[in-house]
């Protein structure tokens, strides 16, 4: 038989091994946590991220910048961050949201709390909008009420069936609660290749009147964006309340790339895979890709999307 003093010690320090197992910072160590709201994005990382792996986009980098370090600063926010992402496909869309994603959650894409939503695959058949709208309102409102610092990225937006997105307009507006449940911590990305020919046109104009990209700014871009993908049937934000009612925050312009922003692009893959930079293969892959307009071709008209492909091409030969 046990003595009592061994029963005691045992179950004491079997009390304080689960004390210390169920305390938060050891708990969420092993297992993803939703970030408390003492936790605060690291403005200066992010910074860092989009200068190290964004290439030739001044605009969109600055505008997520301020607008998500903005957001993680306010204990109280009035409304969800919501960012519009506009350009053609290979300018950076899609690695924005995976930087902030990464910035906002430890397993970045992979995480719990970060929700990805393909047009073509979640929501593909037009005759069922009124089951994808009821769908996705409990989607969100269960995996907000799980965690309040959501992200919900919604790529193809040019893809969406009309009126669906406005499904979730009650969980962007400046509400303090909808059914109990606040949203005004969450974060809604989406992403479109609608705009993207108003924003070339904008480049090209800056570039014919021997202006420098750089000086391109978001007021040069955002009415035009907004009124175009407004008024674009395949936008996914056609005569949409989100748009009516002043609810996405920024729309984002993507320029398009110029060959120096493709190598660097083709640069960066290298040494991501662990290989020294070599310019001949560097100019090896630029010379395989294709650039518009006809005549002065300046701009890539794929961004840097077959870089990779075309690099395992040439690291095999």
Not at 43 to 62: E, I, K, P, Y
Not at 167 to 193: C, T
Not at 215 to 221: A, N, S
Not at 290 to 308: H, L, M, N
Request: aromatic fraction near 10%.
């Amino acid at each position: 038989a046990l003595e009592p003093l061994s029963v005691g010690i045992a179950i004491g320090a079997a009390s304080a091994l689960t004390g210390y197992l169920s305390y938060p910072s050891f708990y969420c160590s092993y297992v993803e946590c939703c970030p408390g709201d003492g936790h605060r994005l690291n403005a200066t990382a992010l910074r860092a991220q989009l200068d190290a792996r964004l290439f030739g986009q001044h605009v969109a980098r600055d505008v997520v910048l301020r607008a998500v370090a903005g957001a993680g600063r306010s204990r109280s926010p009035r409304k969800p961050l919501v960012l519009s992402l506009h350009g053609w496909g290979g300018t950076g869309k899609n690695l924005v949201s995976q930087i902030v994603a990464e910035q906002l959650h430890r397993a970045g894409l992979r995480s719990k709390f970060v929700h990805l939503f393909l047009a073509t695959l979640h929501f593909p058949h037009q005759h069922q909008v009124k089951l994808y709208q009821e769908q996705l309102q409990k989607w969100i409102q269960g995996n907000v009420s799980a965690c309040p610092h959501s992200v919900f990225i919604f790529d193809e937006m040019d893809k969406l069936h009309p009126g669906l997105i406005d499904a979730i307009k009650p969980f962007l507006d400046y509400y303090e609660q909808v059914d109990g449940v606040s949203y005004n911590k969450a974060i809604f990305i989406f992403l479109s290749n609608a705009g993207a020919n108003l924003i070339n046109q904008v480049a090209l104009d800056f570039w014919r009147s021997g202006r420098q990209r750089e000086e391109i700014q978001l007021k040069d871009l955002e009415t035009v964006l907004s009124v175009g993908v407004f008024n674009n049937k395949n936008s996914g934000l056609w005569h949409s309340s989100l748009i009516d009612r002043n609810l996405i925050d920024y729309f984002v312009p993507f320029l398009p790339l110029e060959h120096k922003h493709v190598k660097m692009c083709i640069r960066a893959e290298m040494l991501s895979r662990g290989h020294p930079v070599n310019e001949k293969v560097v100019e090896d892959v630029i010379d395989e890709m294709t650039f518009f307009p006809k005549e002065e071709k300046i701009y890539s008209d794929k961004g840097c999307k077959t870089v990779q492909a075309k690099l395992n091409f040439h690291w095999d030969a």
